[in-house]
């Protein structure tokens, strides 16, 4: 093939993106998927990830209106409300990333006010 082949003509998306670990090549975007349980110990919505799996498991935890599993694969735009004891709270989920810094946790979401 020419060195002058476009990516996509050499690569093309069909056979490329519908791999299970299909990476960032100017053409393709891998999709992040996250557990829920996993999302909340991450954005530091809740500090561990044992003390997320059983809010979920508890009903504790609703997304998009719904309760929630643990198992549940956050998305970009999804709402998740947290209720514990008198408290709630609710949040629409920014970005999902696998890790990132302390400081920088609060811009994987934004306060949602009813």
Do not use: Q, W
Not at 77 to 85: A, C, P, R, S, Y
């Amino acid at each position: 093939m020419p060195l002058d082949t476009p990516v996509s003509a050499a690569f093309p998306l069909s056979d490329f993106c519908n791999t299970p670990n299909a990476v960032l090549h100017g053409v393709c975007f891998r999709r992040i998927n996250m557990r829920l349980d996993k999302y909340l110990k991450v954005s530091r919505l809740i500090k561990r990830r044992t003390v997320a799996n059983e809010a979920c498991d508890a009903g504790k935890i609703a997304v998009n209106g719904k309760p929630a599993r643990a198992s549940y694969d956050v998305k970009v735009g999804d709402v998740i409300e947290i209720t514990m004891g008198a408290r709630s709270v609710k949040v629409r989920v920014c970005e999902v990333k696998d890790v990132i810094r302390k400081e920088d946790a609060d811009t994987m979401y934004e306060a949602v006010i009813d």
